[in-house]
Each structure stands twice: as C-alpha cells, then as structure tokens.
C-alpha cells in the first residue's frame, strides 16, 4: 500500500517545502484515531459510496479473521484492499489531492459507526475489524510520518530516565539477559515509558513489561501496543455514544435504508454490481449451461440448475435468481428464450409464452419499465426472499440441514477435487455463518489442479461475493490452462 518510493520521497523532502506543505493540509497525518467527525455537507451518495468502499476492506478483515490468517498474511491481503477503496498515499506524495483521499477514509468511518454501533455484536465486529485495519495501516506507515502522527496525541506516557532508569536496569533487561552486552545496551538506549498497568494487558499477558507500584515499564519498540489499545477503547466508547444518539436517525427515511443495508456487510461481503456480461469470453449458448453448471457454477446456482433438469421447473424467484445469473454469464435472449423453453419441457407452448416468456424478457429490459436489472449479490440471496421447504433458490450453505449440505458438496463437486476430508473445515465456517467463506474455500479446493491454493480465494485473497464473480473468475482459470497448454504444445516457452 505504502511504496518504498514513497518513503525515499518522504524523506528527500523533510525540509521546509515540506513542512510548509504539511501545515496546509485539513488532515495532516495519513492515521486518523477519528477523534472528530467529518465536517462540512456530504451528499447521499458520497455518504453511500465511502462507506461502501471501506465496508469492502472491513469484510474481507472478517473473512481472514474466519479463515485464521496469520497477521503477516491479513496484513498483505488488508494493505491491498485499502489500496484498492480507500488509499492513504503518504505526505510527501504531491501528484494526489491527500485531503480528499483522507476525507473519504474519515468519512466512511463514521458512517459504518452509524450502522454497526445498533447490537453488541455489530460493534464489537466492528471494532475489531476496524483495529486491523489501524495495525495495518500503523505498522506499514513511513517511520517519520509515524513519529509525528504520534507527537500530535497525547498518549499519556512518561519517560523513564536517569536514576530512575537505572534503579530498574536489572529489572528492565531481565528478559534479555542472555544477550550480548551490546545489545542490552541497544535496549536501553531505544528508551523506556511507563504507564498504567491497566492500558498494557496484552504486554502484562506476555510478559514483556516491568510492573511497580501499579506502573508498567514498556519498551520503546513495545509503544504500538499502547496506541492500538487507545484507539480500541476511544471507538468502543464512541459507539456506545453513537448507539444512544441513532434513535434521532429513525426519522431520516433518506439514511436509515442505506444504514440497514450497511449493517449486512459482514454477513457475505461487499459485492461489485454485476448487471452485464462480465467478459468471460464469447457468448454462451442455451447448449452450453449443463457443461458450464458442471465446471464453473457455485454451489446455489448448481442447485438451480440440478432442481430445474429434475423437475422441469423453478418457482419464480428461483427462475428470478438463476435467469439474472445466466444472464450476465452472456446468455443472450434468444438463447434464453430457448433455454427455458427446453428446461420447460412439460409445459404447452401457449401457456409458456403467456406466463414465463414476457417474464424472460422483462428480466432482460426488453419489456415494463426496460431496467438492466442485476444478478444477485450473495448478500442479497442471503437476505432477501428467504426459501420455503418447495423452492430451489437461496444460498445452500445457510438453508441447508448440515447432513444435506455435505451430501450435495460431496455430490457436486466431488468430481473436482473436494472429498469428505474437506468437509469438517467448511461445516464450520458454515457454524458460524460465514457462507461466502464457505463457498470460496469450495472454489479454492475445486481449483486447485489450475494452481488456485489455499488461502487464495478468487484472487489476491479475496472471498466470494457474487455468484458471476465465482464463475468469471473459475472460466477465466480454465481459459488460462488451456491457453499455457496450447502454448506448450506450439513449443513457445510459458513463463512460470
């Protein structure tokens, strides 16, 4: 996120220019403890949009949290997702308007305080996703910009000095005592804080400090741990300040749909819109979706597929889900037409062009209002229009019975890799309500004979968000092997 070029930058210009430049920025430090709320007019869909884009870096924080990342790894993954919706470039960039980088970053805080302070559960997600994010963002900043981010708070830290730091040497160094004098004396001189014992428990935990008198005697090197448990506790407190003030929101028709909506973001991600065909390749056709639904489907959409080849038949809002997803897939409305029509088999021509073929169309904006409508976003299918016990739609990790959902993965995809092995890891995640994490790591387990591995998801890291996503990402995958087949094939050297 933060370049290595940047950092040489940061420091080339540490002179006058550079403080003179520093002083007429609104936000002069790229961290932010969001002590203050944003000030001045946002529009609705600036207040929508800022959001959005960090709840899409605060979603895959929980995913990774799900899957057990180690910190390094949830750093590189947290690092690029900021990068990509919410960049902070460093102060000494001068090609960026950093005011207005760092207003969005400010304000899609305070808005996602808004919608996740409403439960003890959301805020507690929340802050902890949000705490990630900080260390992330803290632990790769320019040493510098660091330094005097820190010099601007009052952290409440007392140096240890002379006499005092000598009555405690013993004490102070005792953890490196098998170590070269040299390097004790490196310790020491990096200095030393102490503070309440209280604002330490994770040092105290690890034994790391010095205790006295109720004081803890912290390391130089050891100071982040103090400024991370702030942060935690100043936005533990503002939300619980912002939970009692929501109620005067409820009357603000304009806010409370996007807050509701905001509020689900945990529960499968944050999706892109997919409302057209997503590039995959040329246009499928009504003969191709068996094979397709075989190979590149997740696990709801197969469930459709399979559902409908049994029963010559989907209720609507299962034709609604499968017929939108198949659409972006780059089923044309001939096709389309074509394609239900043969699914419908048991159905008489007359009554399957007065009660499914305008339908088909109207989905396509060729009849009513002519809207492009889009397929749904795994959070939609979590949330909205929930199955009965006749319907095929909906997501199969949620609204399954476990004994079925390990029948029908072992069933589906056991062709693919997948084997009863994997199922306990999955079954999990699937406890406690991660499904798009349930489903990526299905893709991942899949499409590993074209070098997808653990970890991974679809790409970068990334978890499944949509059901197109999911099946763009895994025809892309097929087309990449075939093409370094072929190539290898030709003679041409292929890369690794």
Not at 109 to 125: G, I, K
Not at 160 to 180: C, D, H
Not at 195 to 208: C, G, Q
Not at 432 to 449: L, S
Request: aromatic letters at 8%; glycine letters at 6%; proline letters at 3%.
């Amino acid at each position: 996120m933060y370049k290595t070029s940047e950092k040489k930058a940061a420091a080339a210009h540490a002179g006058t220019s550079e403080v003179g430049r520093h002083s007429t920025l609104i936000y002069p430090h790229r961290l932010n403890f969001y002590d203050v709320p944003p000030l001045g007019d946002i529009t609705i869909e600036e207040f929508e949009t800022c959001a959005i884009d960090r709840l899409r870096v605060l979603a895959e924080i929980e995913s990774s949290f799900v899957r057990n990342r180690p910190y390094e790894e949830l750093r590189t993954i947290t690092l690029k997702q900021a990068d990509k919706y919410v960049p902070l470039s460093s102060t000494s960039a001068h090609t960026v308007d950093l005011d207005a980088q760092r207003r969005r970053d400010h304000v899609g805080h305070f808005v996602l305080r808004l919608a996740f302070c409403r439960s003890e559960e959301l805020r507690r997600r929340f802050v902890k996703a949000e705490m990630a994010l900080f260390r992330a963002r803290y632990d790769w900043d320019d040493t510098r910009e660091r330094e005097e981010f820190l010099t601007s708070r009052n952290f409440d830290w007392t140096p240890v000095e002379g006499g005092e730091l000598a009555q405690y040497r013993a004490a102070l160094t005792s953890a490196e005592a098998k170590k070269p004098p040299a390097e004790i004396e490196k310790y020491l001189a990096e200095g030393c804080f102490k503070v309440k014992w209280t604002r330490v428990p994770d040092l105290v935990e690890k034994r790391k400090v010095h205790l006295k008198g109720g004081l803890a005697y912290v390391r130089a090197t050891e100071l982040s741990s103090i400024v991370f448990q702030d942060f935690q506790t100043n936005l533990t407190k503002a939300l619980e300040m912002t939970a009692k003030a929501l109620p005067r929101l409820d009357e603000d028709t304009r806010l409370v749909p996007i807050l509701d909506n905001l509020s689900q973001g945990f529960l499968a991600g944050v999706s892109s819109e997919w409302s057209s065909s997503s590039n995959t390749g040329d246009e499928i056709t009504a003969e191709m979706v068996d094979d397709l639904s075989r190979r590149h489907f997740p696990m709801c959409m197969r469930n459709l597929h399979d559902s409908l080849r049994r029963d010559h038949h989907l209720k609507h809002f299962g034709r609604l889900q499968y017929g939108l997803f198949l659409k972006v897939l780059g089923l044309s409305i001939e096709e389309a037409v074509s394609f239900w029509r043969r699914s419908f088999s048991n159905i008489q021509e007359d009554k399957f062009n007065k009660e499914y073929r305008y339908n088909i169309r109207h989905s396509y904006g060729l009849e009513g209002k002519r809207a492009n409508y889009p397929a749904k976003s795994c959070q939609q299918i979590l949330i909205a229009d929930q199955p009965g016990a006749s319907d095929s739609h909906g997501c199969p990790y949620r609204h399954f019975a476990a004994d079925n959902l390990q029948t029908a993965l072992l069933s589906m995809y056991g062709g693919q890799g997948l084997t009863a092995a994997d199922l306990p890891e999955i079954m999990n995640t699937v406890k406690v309500g991660h499904y798009h994490v349930a489903c990526t790591r299905v893709f991942e387990i899949t499409h590993g004979a074209v070098g997808v591995k653990k970890g991974e998801g679809v790409g970068g890291g990334e978890s499944v968000t949509h059901p197109n996503q999911y099946a763009s990402k895994s025809r892309e995958l097929e087309r990449e092997k075939v093409e370094a087949v072929r190539k290898e094939e030709d003679g041409d050297v292929v890369m690794g």
